[in-house]
């Protein structure tokens, strides 16, 4: 059974940081990508950034310079470390893993995502 967990969400005043983390099992992490997508209220989910099994990685542009995304092939973990947050990063963020090459950005590429982790950014 594939298992993706997310942890490190919460609250976060603007400029503030934070670190998700996503375990995974269940797969063979090193065949994945994985991505982080992320969706507002009242809003579609959206891509934030993927990283291949190589350590290449791809950010949205609203996201690129801020967030940091990396893998940890030893303990099928992947990790998003969020910077200088801003009230407009507020969503709830989902872990995802996608078979294949390249980098995908659209949801319907990929094939397996956790329970998703709220992250607020407000004072």
């Known amino acids: 059974q594939v298992q993706l967990v997310e942890s490190g969400g919460g609250l976060v005043q603007p400029g503030g940081s934070l670190r998700l983390s996503c375990t995974v099992s269940g797969l063979p992490f090193s065949n994945y990508i994985m991505g982080w997508f992320r969706q507002a209220p009242g809003k579609d989910r959206e891509f934030v950034c993927s990283?291949?099994?190589?350590?290449?990685?791809d950010y949205a542009d609203s996201v690129r310079g801020r967030f940091t995304i990396s893998r940890d092939s030893a303990n099928n973990m992947v990790t998003l470390q969020m910077n200088s947050l801003k009230p407009e990063d507020t969503a709830v963020y989902y872990c995802a893993a996608a078979a294949g090459w390249g980098t995908p950005q659209r949801d319907d590429e990929y094939n397996y995502w956790g329970q998703g982790t709220q992250v607020t950014v407000s004072s």
């Open positions: 990283i291949r099994w190589i350590g290449v990685a």
